[in-house]
């Protein structure tokens, strides 16, 4: 167990370094980069992915993917804003936006536990299952419109620093609790690791399994609520393809899709990798389809510093 | 030791970083003092946005002014061309030309530009009237053709190209789109007035080929009867010519488009479609930068620039594209 923490640890500290970098190097290119504004700026921009990725996180660590959150960010936010707009407080609003995203996680569970299909395709049907819900819910069309005291969710500044960032810092918190203190989290890591052998020991692997699915769905209704007040509207067209950016801040801060590795430390480090990198090419004026470049190649160099690395050990 | 590999590899990216960076700083600081403005599309997968670009550069360069050009990967992703909005804010560029990738959602966007004191041109889509107000957003134009009044064109010429008898299918673009829902009711309002052209279907095919061309294959397994397609998209109504190729009926139905793309016109001057509509991005993308440049200065810039449209037949469709 401390080895395994220590080896952890390390591979955190070479993330961080590369965060580092990346930061001392933009800071070289552009005076404008290392500017307060612009740095709660990224933060800003990452805590949406950053959210998401801390769900994915769970996913990943027990040895499954969740394709679907893009699609669950859709439904959280047009069932969040149709909500408000029917009128009802702000806060069972909320409520019922992020138990629509926990219900439809455990769903995904469900069909990856009793139906014992392979998580890539569940979660594969539900991305289209769920965005289809949220083009019918809302005919397609965008809600906006809501409330400066529902907005203020994104738009509220405490000593200067965006509401979001603290939402994100607290997400990060908890989740890292549950990861690191609870029986679940442990769970969480040994399924990943070998679930027959979790299974033998006497947990009960089905419903920790359909939970993890729950938690991806609640942290995708918690992104959906930042971006709903960000974006002052709700789409059901919103979320395509941020699976795809939450997997990579995931493997980016190291943990290993084979599963039963990584941590919330390291996802934390990778969403802010990418918001960085995103930010600093935009800053640049760098060329969109370069950009596209860049942000490939860095997911790929650092999954592949997690092969090089575990092909030394064996 | 994992530790100092990982850093090692680190390393690797950062030097990329720094290559890329380094090659673009002149356009990150401004060469030699020029002013600098940016044009933020809603994607570079698009001719028609490509086209936009190339009028914009023209622009810049007759006007002396660097131009930051930037879009986010995907059409539909609008808060990411929100990011990318207010990283220009931070990079302090003189004025912003934007085209929205969705009428309401960019509208706080724009407010931080006011905030910082960045006139916006808003170009081809225009912002939500209401939400802007609500937000008391400012814009210092819209430069830009009008999507419904288009669909009124090519539903006006069906009309009259088919002595008022005509049965119907309709692709769609995304759902929620504003200029495709724009395009679909301009069409029916023109063919309120003829009880005999009638839309027998509707679906939407996602501005793409490969989905044009599937969507309509199921539509005239549906509707045998169908001898008019109006697709929201060039790009649709070409997957749709190869699915009436496929269907053995080449010629005996009419395509209509919209946007008035190369293959498109080539595909009318061959036969093979019957009209479009043709925008003039590069027009627009020259209009914005100009627009930009006097907002920047403090000049008068009118709020509504208009950018001509017109319908592209067999009869003008070559004479067209040699322009370009």
Known sequence: ?314 | MRALYRSMLWLAVAIVVGLVGACNRDTATGTGGRPRVALVMKTLNNPFFIDMQRGAEKAAKDLNVDLIVQAADRETDVERQMQIVENLIQAHVGALALTPSGSREVVPVVGKANAANIPVVIVDTRLDQKAATDAGVKTASFVGSDNYRGGQIIGEYLVKASNGRAKVAVLEGIPGHETGDSRVRGFKDAIKGSPGVTIVASQPANWERDQGFNVFQNILQAHADIDTVFACNDIMALGAIEAIAAAGKAGRIRVLGFDAIDDARRAITEGKMTATVAQYPDEMGRAAIEAAVKAMKGEAVPPDIGVRIGLITRDNAARESEKQ
């Open chain 1, 1 to 314: 167990m401390l080895r395994h923490r220590l080896s952890a640890s390390g591979r955190r500290l070479g993330t961080l370094a590369g965060l580092f970098g990346l930061c001392v190097l933009l800071w070289t290119l552009t005076p404008h980069f290392l500017t307060v504004s612009n740095l709660l700026n990224v933060l800003e921009q990452t805590a949406i992915n950053a959210v998401i990725a801390a769900g994915m996180t769970f996913v990943i660590i027990s040895a499954g993917i969740d394709l679907s959150v893009g699609s669950l960010v859709a439904v959280a936010g047009v069932v969040l804003a149709s909500t408000l707009h029917a009128g009802v407080p702000i806060p069972v609003a909320l409520a019922v936006s992020l138990a629509v995203g926990f219900g439809f996680g455990l769903l995904n569970g469900l069909a990856i536990t009793w139906g014992r299909l392979p998580p890539f395709i569940a979660t594969l049907g539900m991305m289209s299952i769920a965005r289809g819900c949220a083009l019918l819910f809302t005919e397609g069309r965008p809600v906006s419109g809501f409330d400066p005291a529902f907005r203020s969710i994104a738009t509220a500044k405490l000593l200067g620093i965006p509401a979001p960032v603290f939402m994100t810092i607290a997400v990060y918190l908890l989740a890292h609790f549950v990861l690191a203190e609870t029986r679940f989290g442990r769970y969480v890591y040994s399924m990943g690791g070998n679930e027959e052998a979790t299974r033998l020991s006497g947990v009960n692997v089905r419903l920790h399994k359909t939970l993890v699915y729950g938690v991806s769905g609640l942290a995708s209704a918690v992104a959906a609520v930042l971006l709903t007040a960000r974006l002052n509207s709700a789409q059901p067209i919103a979320g395509i393809m941020y699976e795809l950016d939450a997997i990579a801040a995931t493997v980016i801060g190291g943990t290993s899709l084979m599963g039963g590795e990584g941590g919330l430390g390291g996802t934390i480090i990778g969403a802010l990798i990418m918001g960085v990198l995103r930010n600093g090419l935009n800053l640049l004026g760098v060329s969109s389809f370069i950009q596209q470049i860049v942000i490939g190649l860095v997911i790929v160099v650092a999954v592949l510093i997690d092969t090089v690395l575990k092909a030394r050990k064996n």
